[in-house]
């Protein structure tokens, strides 16, 4: 395994992995729940490590691109830039998930506040991950995601039916 496949494999962690955190931060703080909580805070620390990789990780899978034709260096680009801007809230993430964990244990007075700004870094960062995350997929699967096939795979595909 070289860096290029860990990033393709960390990538999805502050996308996905922050989501289901963050859906499990609003569960236990609903139901007051000290152990989905905990969970909550651990899977968000392990989102945001998986981000941190995928980030530095990102400059091996670049110059991997860069070798193969036909590869859009303005779409490693925009990727690249997008990934940037959600790497400090995905750090911020993982800090946070820390102390919220150690408010809670302590029984803070502000250990409800701090899962609120928790949440709120956490839905932050799984927004812009996810912007990355389209936009890096744009640089080898731009044909899976186009919202309308092509008119001449449209015409290909009539032929084939006859």
């Not at 989501?19 to 909550?40: E, V």
């Amino acid at each position: 395994m070289n860096a290029a496949h860990l990033h393709l494999i960390t990538n999805h962690l502050p996308v996905l992995g922050l989501a289901f955190s963050a859906l499990a931060l609003i569960w236990g703080m609903y139901r007051k729940s000290r152990n989905t909580l905990l969970l909550a805070f651990f899977l968000i620390l392990i989102s945001a490590i998986g981000g941190f990789i995928a980030g530095n990780t990102g400059e091996a899978a670049e110059e991997a691109l860069e070798r193969i034709i036909g590869i859009s260096h303005e779409a490693i680009h925009e990727h690249e830039e997008a990934a940037e801007a959600a790497m400090p809230f995905n750090i911020a993430s993982g800090i946070l998930s820390l102390l919220a964990g150690f408010l809670l244990l302590k029984n803070h007075k502000y250990s409800g506040i701090s899962q609120w700004v928790l949440l709120l870094v956490v839905l932050t960062g799984c927004a812009l991950s996810a912007r990355a995350g389209w936009l890096g997929g744009k640089i080898r699967h731009i044909q899976e995601i186009q919202s309308e096939p092509s008119a001449t795979h449209d015409a290909e595909e009539h032929e084939e039916h006859e």
